[in-house]
């Protein structure tokens, strides 16, 4: 990425609830004001909105709803969790190249009280992405869960581990939640003992391995760094940003690799970043990790270089690295991943409710399993 630099200079979300009885448009119209408003900018200052394909709030009715202009740039990421971090990109890209001067980036949807993803398919059209899940289908491959199942039992069987070890990211993240006022599990920790008490959903997965489902909108205002530097906050920086599908990737989860123990295109989008930015693991602060499943937290650590393959449970056992501080999809709200986003940048300011004293640089990333992101986030200066 060339040109300007570009940060995040604002952060907005309406509250997480189970059932937030109104559209998905006034969520999103919520969040993408209550960010502009923490940047200090008014809608009229937006040329520029993304967001991502699976979402129901088209980019001119968000516009419209929120008292915006003209529009000199607009558009919208595909595979479901996996476009977060790229919706970042893409507006990093316009803001970087002059196609833009703000964007706001957004996400809204009732989840939990409208289409839940966790009830598995519905009857739908034909379609490319039908054709690989439908090998599965038959054999009972049916909701996420059953497909992050299937490679969770693998990734255990060949590093000799048991369910339980799953259960160091489920209990990390509600520690973080139970200190996070904005949190769905806020005031409610986790012990090892209650996560393998809890409730097979698909064998070796736990309810407690399983992300919760979640009503709720949350936005992000991206310009130029010069620009953020005279507005409210301390700019996080956009250090670096990837997008990744690896080799014959499916959706969601490659059950044809050779080793389906790990997350390839994770990897794609892990040398990118390191490479862009210069960084190594050892030079991150912070880390928010995509947790839809928890193993695919542990995946995470190990594609991304933090531990070896099959030391993940361990590497957060030890407390080696802040991870998810503001309690994940797990702990605070299923976002698609951006609240993750904003996580990041609140590290960066100083103002988590699990602040990391010094943050100065934080790797957040997007939905693993499917093409995917990520970005390193960094501190101004």
Request: proline fraction near 5%; hydrophobic fraction near 45%; charged fraction near 15%.
């Amino acid at each position: 990425m060339s040109g300007r630099r570009v940060a995040v200079a604002g952060i907005g979300a309406t509250a997480f609830t189970k059932d937030s009885g109104r559209s998905e448009l006034a969520l999103a119209a919520e969040a993408v004001r209550a960010a502009l408003a923490d940047a200090g900018l008014a809608p009229a200052d937006v040329n520029g909105l993304v967001t991502f394909t699976m979402d129901t709030s088209p980019e001119i009715a968000v516009a419209q709803a929120t008292g915006m202009g003209e529009l000199s740039f607009f558009s919208r990421v595909h595979y479901g969790g996996g476009a977060a971090c790229a919706t970042v990109l893409q507006a990093a890209l316009a803001v970087a190249s002059g196609t833009a001067e703000v964007v706001v980036c957004y996400r809204a949807f009732n989840e939990r009280s409208g289409r839940r993803f966790g009830a598995g398919l519905t009857r739908r059209a034909p379609s490319a992405e039908g054709v690989a899940l439908g090998w599965g289908m038959p054999y009972g491959l049916l909701t996420p869960a059953s497909w992050a199942a299937l490679q969770a039992r693998r990734y255990l069987h060949v590093h000799g581990l048991e369910p339980e070890v799953f259960g160091h990211a489920a209990v990390t993240a509600r520690r973080h939640a139970a200190r996070n006022p904005a949190a769905y599990f806020h005031g409610r920790p986790l012990t090892l003992a209650e996560h393998a008490a809890s409730r097979w959903i698909v064998e070796p997965l736990r309810l407690l391995d399983c992300c919760q489902e979640t009503d709720g909108g949350q936005a992000l205002v991206l310009t130029g760094l010069e620009r953020a530097r005279t507005l409210r906050h301390p700019p996080a920086v956009v250090l670096a940003a990837a997008q990744g599908a690896a080799r014959g990737q499916e959706q969601m989860t490659n059950f044809y690799r050779e080793d389906i123990t790990g997350l390839p295109e994770s990897r794609v989008v892990a040398e990118r970043l390191w490479r862009t930015s210069g960084l190594r693991p050892a030079d991150v602060d912070a880390a928010v990790l995509y947790d839809h499943f928890t193993p695919h937290v542990l995946m995470q650590l190990e594609e991304f270089g933090f531990c070896g393959p099959g030391e993940g449970g361990a590497f957060l056992a030890a407390d080696a690295l802040p991870v998810n501080t503001h309690g994940g999809q797990l702990g605070e709200a299923y976002l698609h991943g951006m609240n993750g986003i904003a996580e990041g940048v609140r590290l960066l300011r100083g103002t988590s409710a699990n602040q990391v004293p010094g943050a100065g640089r934080v790797l957040v990333t997007a939905g693993s399993g499917v093409p995917t992101s990520g970005l390193i986030l960094g501190a101004d200066g």
